[in-house]
């Protein structure tokens, strides 16, 4: 369609994304956060209706935009909201399973299907089971549906220009094509990220650091401990976006040797196969751990004690590195931080040089089962994020994935 002709491709994404991210806004407030004029939202907010992008409705009394500000005498100003017709698939890959969830663009997660793998699923058994997954999702979703993309959360070191994993050693892959077969597969545009990177920014745009520019976090599932950094309110990815992998950091001399060769990491000292293991819950049930801890028997207490004292260190190690104000632990990462209450705090502000923990906080995830999921969505979203406008082909028919070259990759990863 053609755009009016006060609009332009950049002020329309610009628009799509403050609603995407900040939830329901009203129209006067779209006004003074963009410095646009009035008409000039008044056209784009228009055409991103005329779009099914998002919808308007009066705002209720008391509620935004009842305060006064109007769209014009004696009218109160329209609140815009993201619809919930236009969704990402977000797919998340584990050792053990393969998860597809369809994320709305206002933020819902409208469906989700995980198919449980008998054995660890490589590149092609996971491709397989994504394709199956989104089929029988796309099969009972309502007709108004529309897929617009697919984002991929990776248990490992993802290759940031083409999708391609460089290595995921707990899944045994090893420079494996993913994104690029995925979308041949599946008709769809497809960009794939390294899971607790993609966690990161999550929780930054939604969960416990939001709107804090300068974050780690750390994610523990059944592929070991990731982590991600935002840093300057962007994600901090490194020269090929590798950067983040603090499950390997260096936190015990007399530890256990990894599976990349170094002794002491992270992910060997803490592990949620440990924790699993000595109170006999199983994998995936981070309630029952949560349960089981809180018993206080003193053989889980050992295995925590040696646990709690690792994450203290491999915290204090990216301080200095990278100085953030905010700590997320997710998985169960943050059960355990629930368990040992401020103790790991109080290690890590111990062990740190005191100027640099004087705003630091060190939290739970905020965003539970959902963090990966809406970290993958927003992969998913990153195309129509970033023109303002849905692609030619949706749901069921092919789109093109054009090759992307490294530099627009990594401003779409710092912009997703």
């Known amino acids: 369609m053609a755009r009016p002709a006060t609009t332009t491709p950049g002020n329309v994404a610009r628009v799509l994304r403050i609603v995407h991210e900040g939830g329901p806004v009203s129209r006067a407030e779209l006004t003074r956060r963009t410095g646009l004029n009035r008409s000039t939202v008044l056209a784009l907010v228009g055409e991103l209706v005329e779009q099914g992008l998002v919808h308007e409705e009066l705002p209720a009394p008391g509620g935004p935009g009842s305060d006064g500000r109007s769209a014009g005498v004696g009218r109160p100003s329209a609140i815009v909201r993201a619809t919930s017709d236009v969704v990402a698939a977000a797919v998340t890959v584990e050792i053990d399973a393969v998860g597809v969830a369809l994320v709305a663009l206002d933020g819902s997660v409208r469906d989700r299907l995980v198919e449980p793998q008998s054995a660890v699923p490589g590149a092609a058994d996971a491709i397989d089971a994504v394709a199956r997954v989104l089929h029988a999702l796309a099969e009972r979703a309502a007709p108004s549906l529309r897929i617009v993309g697919v984002g991929v959360a990776v248990p490992g070191i993802v290759r940031v220009e083409d999708g391609v994993v460089r290595d995921a050693p707990h899944l045994g892959w090893r420079d494996e094509p993913f994104a690029g077969p995925l979308a041949d597969r599946l008709g769809l545009p497809v960009r794939a990220a390294n899971d607790a990177n993609v966690g ?37 990815s490194g020269a090929d976006g590798y950067a983040g992998e603090l499950g390997h950091t260096f936190v015990a001399a007399n530890g256990i040797r990894c599976h990349c060769g170094a002794v002491g990491c992270l992910e060997t000292e803490a592990s949620r196969e440990a924790l699993t293991a000595v109170t006999g819950t199983a994998p995936d049930d981070l309630d029952a751990l949560a349960t089981a801890l809180a018993e206080g028997r003193d053989d889980v207490e050992r295995v925590v004690d040696r646990q709690a004292t690792a994450l203290a260190t491999a915290i204090r190690n990216a301080i200095h590195t990278v100085d953030p104000e905010v700590v997320v632990l997710g998985g169960f990462l943050g059960v355990l931080l629930g368990h040992v209450g401020d103790r790991v705090e109080d290690d890590v502000r111990a062990q740190t040089m005191a100027a640099m923990t004087d705003r630091l906080r060190i939290v739970p995830a905020a965003l539970g089962r959902d963090v990966l999921v809406r970290g993958a969505a927003e992969l998913g979203f990153a195309d129509l994020l970033r023109d303002g406008a849905l692609p030619v082909a949706t749901t069921g028919t092919h789109t093109d994935h054009p090759t992307v070259d490294r530099d627009d990759a990594v401003e779409e990863a710092r912009s997703a």
Do not use: H, K, M, T
């Open 200 to 236: 990161a920014w999550a929780e930054r745009l939604y969960g416990s650091a939001r709107g804090v520019d300068d974050l780690v976090y750390l994610n523990g599932g059944a592929s070991g401990i990731g982590g991600g950094i935002v840093s300057a309110g962007r994600p901090f």
